[in-house]
């Protein structure tokens, strides 16, 4: 009795789909899957990269705002080599130093305006540098969330091309014979979709994270600034 139903077979896979793609839906593919490899190798490590820079900030500002002298918190800043508030203090400090802003009894400048000065532009150069380099690689994920899926719209346009031609050529318009190009073009919105949606997510997180630390380098340079002029006041 079973044998009045015969079993439907299997439809090929996606792998085989891909495998009996043309060359054009192909490249295609290839070139979404290296964008998406790409986009996840950035992630990855740039996720490892701000994660550590939170938690080294949080950590230096609490020594900082606690009260820390500047001389313990230079032996700190070691620690912490993610931290671009911890950039901003080592520089500061070098500054600082060659300035001999803290002892100006030894024969350097006098603690004034033009010297704080000096110091905030160094400050304002080295975060420029900072966020110079938190937005790295940031710029092909977004490259890749924008463009991702008008590649694999074309490769849709192909695919559904294809159909037509191969029912232009065979005069029928079977299911056979427009099936193999409605696939790869399904195949080819995916994979855009795929490339696209993570490098979109994770573009708008990091960048969220960038302006984050931005906002901290802004405060620890006024601060800074203000602990110097504090300073200018007491010695004059």
């Given at each position: 009795m079973l044998s009045a139903f015969p079993l439907a077979q299997a439809g090929p896979s996606v792998l085989d789909l891909v495998l009996d793609a043309g060359i054009v839906a192909k490249f295609v593919l290839l070139?979404?899957?290296?964008?998406?490899?790409?986009?996840?190798?950035?992630?990855?490590?740039?996720?490892?990269?701000?994660?550590?820079?939170?938690?080294?900030?949080?950590?230096?500002?609490?020594?900082?705002?606690?009260g820390a002298r500047l001389a313990e918190l230079r032996d700190l800043a070691e620690k912490w080599p993610h931290s671009p508030v911890v950039a901003l203090f080592k520089a500061a400090f070098h500054e600082v130093s060659q300035l001999s802003l803290e002892s100006p009894q030894s024969g350097g400048r006098a603690l004034d305006e033009e010297a704080i000065a000096d110091v905030e532009r160094m400050i304002a150069r080295t975060a420029a540098?900072?966020?110079r380099d938190m937005e790295r690689s940031l710029t092909f994920l977004a490259t890749t969330a924008s463009t991702a899926p008008f590649v694999g719209l074309f490769g849709t346009v192909w695919g559904i091309m294809s159909s037509f031609q191969n029912i232009g050529m065979t005069g029928a318009a079977?299911?056979?014979?427009?099936?193999?190009?409605?696939?790869?073009?399904?195949?080819?919105?995916?994979?855009?979709?795929v490339a696209a949606v993570p490098a979109a997510v994770a573009y708008n997180y990091f960048l969220r994270q960038v302006r984050v630390l931005s906002i901290e380098m802004e405060e620890f340079q006024y601060d800074f600034t203000h602990?110097?002029?504090?300073?200018r006041r007491r010695v004059g």
């Open positions: 070139l979404l899957l290296l964008a998406s490899i790409a986009s996840w190798g950035i992630i990855v490590a740039r996720a490892r990269v701000f994660r550590a820079a939170a938690r080294e900030t949080r950590a230096f500002l609490g020594r900082f705002h606690g540098a900072n966020t079977s299911l056979e014979t427009y099936a193999p190009g409605i696939a790869e073009a399904l195949i080819a919105t995916a994979a855009g979709l602990l110097l002029e504090k300073r």
